[in-house]
Structure formats: structure tokens, C-alpha cells
């Protein structure tokens, strides 16, 4: 079936099995294959885009669910940059400033989750941070680094801007 | 694991239709016409059976577009949940403080990203022991609506489950609304787990404290269970509560560790909603 959606602001469409989900459609249909697939049963939140604005697990949502629908992933965040070079959506550069990357296979999905987090909660407690990041599996880091990239891009996006 | 070869020549891959009505009529006529068809609507449970080829129906029905599932509202002094209202929605809207138990509930259920999909109507059509919607809505004398072409009829909750994974839902049947009474109660719920996310209860308590003290208890029965007793013996309570229990060993837990729990639940629930 032809799946018809908004990905990223642009419209696509995708050839999918009806019983696929929107995370297999997004890397096998569409050149999307920036969200992961690790689980495939919404434990790991790897493959977490935003659909009309709301944070999910791709794995979940069957790719017709989508049709008629609008998905952010993590592609979408960056923006053209000076010279028409792509800059690092706020966030993602927050990550790479506080070394939170390390295989960078969670990457994408914590970086969709803060991103839905920060535009909730401009200064979110340790607390609130740690709800909101509790459907996504770092197996490198520990965490700790995850937390500082967190809480600068909070600061930074209250501060507008540095 | 045996199973399925997927490379195997003679193997033949069964099709799966998708049907998306945009309407409730739409919707049953469609389950009357298809009564194998497998209702999806947050998809938190459908999706890890299609992901793994746990199962294969005919076809899919998604609920998404069928807007009369969704929200909720007050109706003549009772309140009407859509099967379609999503965790998220029980968590942070005003349901938070007419129905705190099912929010503290549904707070603990998986993570964010579950929370926006996963739906109360899921949690029923599952009907798994371990459900977190369940105590706390059994609790509240919760009645399951359910509908079909020959017509509307709703089943007390405890009767709509009627054992493991197993409900009363015709196959022609869709669960379109949960009906209760806000007892206003004071209320609350608990989960045990290994972590704080992510978990499937390894046992939880739903307990109100009105005129009489009310308990429900997940991951430690088979069906949902109802045990009420006068405010004045809520000394004894913890213990009719625990005796109430039927809990298994599982790879969660053990029976004995259950009912140990559940008197220890029972007790700071009281704790917390007879000093309210």
C-alpha cells in the first residue's frame, strides 16, 4: 500500500507491507535512516521521532498510521548554516559539546526526546530530565555525560542563546 | 526457537490488510464485516506482535481516525473515558485530580514515548494481569462500553475481564468508552518494579479510602479482584487484602514475595489515604 506523509516539512511516499511499522518505512522506504532500530518493541526509545508534534516509538506506530500524519526525525532538527553548511540543531551540538556521544546508536532518539523535553520545560529539574529521558537506553556513557549536554542545552535555550 | 524459515521456497507470506474508518459507525461495520480484524490504536501491544510475527491477522483496524473514541467528558454526573484517551492525556489533564489514582497509574506506565500512543481501551482489549489501568478503574466500579452493530451494552469491569488475556468483547465488538462515577475518594496506586520505567508490574495496588476502603491489586490474579472492607477495620485490611491475592512464581517474582508485597502496599496506601 501507499503510505502518503509529511516527513521532515516535505512530503513523501512509501511503498509499504501493511503490517510494517513507521520506523521500517522511514529506513527502508524513505531515506530516513536516521532513527535506529534496536528493539523493535518500544523498550529502547532509539528510534523515538516526533508524530504531529508528539514523542513516540516509530517501532510502534504502523507506517498506515502515519498517512494523512507529520514526522520529525532527528534529520529534520539540523538547519542550513552559514554559507549553506548544515549547523547542528542546538541540542544535537549540546551532545557533541559535552562528549555525550560515544557509539552514537542512542544518539538519535535522546535527541529527539530533549528536543520534545526543552520545548515542555525550559528548566527542567534533574527529576524532570530524568523522566522524560526514561524511554531511552544509553548502554555506552552511563548517562552522566547525557545529563550535562541536557541541562547545557536547557540553559542555553533559556539564556537564548550563547 | 522452531518456527517459520523465512527463506524456506515453499513458504508463503499472508497479506495483511489495513482498514482505516474515519468514523465509529464506519469502525463497527467494519469489525461486523471483519470480525478477525485486530483493533490497533496506540499499537504499544499490536506492534511488538506484528514486529516479531507473533501473530498474522487478516487484517489491521486502525482506530486512529475515529474521533468519537477519543478525549473525555461528564455526562449527567458520570464521566465517559474514550477507549482512545492515551496515558499522557490521564497524566497531565484535569483527570489528574478527579481520578488521581488512574493518573499516579498511569504515570508509571513505560516511558514517554509509550505514554502518548498507549490507551485505556489497549490496556482493556489485552486484559493482561498485570494492566496498569486496571485497579485503579476497578476501584471506581469502572463499566466498559462496548459496541457492535446490533448495539451499545456495558459489562461491569470485573466481569468484562474474565481471565487471563481473555475478555467478554464479541468478535463483532469494539471497546469505545469506560463509564464510572468519580467516587472523590482519597486514592492511590503503586508498582513494584526493578526499575522506575519501563516496567511491567511485578505487583501494584489501586486503594480508596471513602466510606468503605477499597483495593484492587495487578500481577497477582488472574482477573481483576475487588476487596472492600468498613473503614473500621482497616486494621485487618492488609491482610484480607493479601489473603485475596491468587499470585504465581513467575519470571518476575514469586508468589510469596507478591502477597508479602501487597500486605506491605496495603499498608501505606492506607497511610497515605486515611490521613488525607
Known amino acids: ?162 | 526457537m522452531q518456527g517459520v524459515n523465512p527463506l524456506a521456497k515453499n513458504r508463503t507470506v499472508r497479506a495483511v490488510d489495513v482498514l482505516t474508518p474515519r468514523s465509529l459507525d464506519e469502525a463497527i461495520a467494519l469489525k461486523a464485516e471483519q470480525p478477525e480484524a485486530w483493533p490497533i490504536q496506540g499499537g504499544t501491544d499490536v506492534m511488538v506482535a506484528l514486529n516479531f510475527d507473533h501473530g498474522r491477522p487478516p487484517a489491521l483496524l486502525n482506530l486512529n481516525e475515529v474521533p468519537e473514541l477519543r478525549g473525555w467528558s461528564r455526562e449527567n454526573g458520570s464521566l465517559r473515558l474514550g477507549s482512545g484517551l492515551t496515558y499522557m492525556e490521564i497524566e497531565r489533564g484535569e483527570l489528574r485530580e478527579i481520578l488521581p489514582a488512574l493518573a499516579e497509574a498511569s504515570r508509571t506506565v513505560g516511558s514517554p514515548q509509550i505514554r502518548n500512543r498507549g490507551t485505556i481501551g489497549g490496556n482493556l482489549g489485552t486484559a493482561s494481569p498485570a494492566g496498569d489501568a486496571l485497579p485503579p478503574l476497578l476501584v471506581e466500579a469502572a463499566e466498559v462500553e462496548c459496541t457492535s452493530v446490533r448495539g451499545v451494552r456495558r459489562l461491569a469491569l470485573g466481569e468484562f475481564v474474565t481471565g487471563v488475556k481473555r475478555t467478554a468483547l464479541a468478535p463483532d465488538e469494539l471497546i469505545t468508552a469506560v463509564w464510572l462515577v468519580p467516587s472523590r475518594a482519597p486514592q492511590t496506586f503503586m508498582k513494584i518494579g526493578p526499575r522506575n520505567a519501563m516496567v511491567i508490574a511485578v505487583v501494584s495496588l489501586a486503594v480508596s479510602a471513602g466510606d468503605e476502603l477499597r483495593a484492587s491489586f495487578g500481577s497477582a490474579a488472574p482477573r481483576p479482584v475487588l476487596v472492600t472492607a468498613a473503614r473500621d477495620d482497616a486494621s485487618t485490611f492488609a491482610e484480607r487484602v493479601a489473603e485475596a491475592a491468587a499470585p504465581i512464581d513467575d519470571v518476575r517474582g514469586t508468589a510469596a514475595y507478591r502477597r508479602h508485597a501487597l500486605r506491605v502496599l496495603t499498608e501505606r496506601a492506607l497511610e497515605r489515604t486515611l490521613a488525607a
Not at chain 1, 501507499?2 to 520506523?23: F, K, P, Q, T, Y
Not at chain 1, 546508536?105 to 520545548?119: E, K
Open chain 1, 1 to 162: 500500500m501507499i503510505v502518503r506523509l509529511r516527513v521532515n516539512g516535505e512530503e513523501h511516499e512509501a511503498d509499504c507491507w501493511e503490517g510494517e511499522s513507521l520506523l521500517f518505512a522511514l529506513r527502508e522506504k524513505l531515506p530516513f535512516p536516521g532513527s535506529k532500530n534496536a528493539c523493535e518493541q518500544g523498550e529502547c526509545g532509539s528510534c523515538s521521532v516526533l508524530l504531529d508534534g508528539t514523542l513516540v516509538c516509530a517501532c510502534l506506530v504502523l507506517a498506515a498510521q502515519a498517512d494523512g500524519h507529520e514526522v520529525t526525525t532527528v534529520e529534520g532538527l539540523a538547519g542550513p548554516g552559514e554559507a549553506g553548511a548544515d549547523a547542528l540543531h542546538p541540542v544535537q551540538q549540546a551532545f557533541v559539546d559535552a562528549g555525550a556521544v560515544q557509539c552514537g546508536f542512542c544518539t538519535p532518539g535522546l535527541v529527539v526526546a530533549t528536543v520534545d523535553l526543552l520545548a515542555r520545560s525550559s528548566s527542567p529539574s534533574d527529576d524532570e530530565i530524568r523522566e522524560a529521558l526514561s524511554g531511552n537506553l544509553c548502554r555506552c556513557t552511563g548517562y552522566a555525560k547525557i545529563f550535562d549536554a541536557v541541562r547545557a542545552a536547557a540553559a542555553a535555550a533559556a539564556g537564548g542563546g550563547g
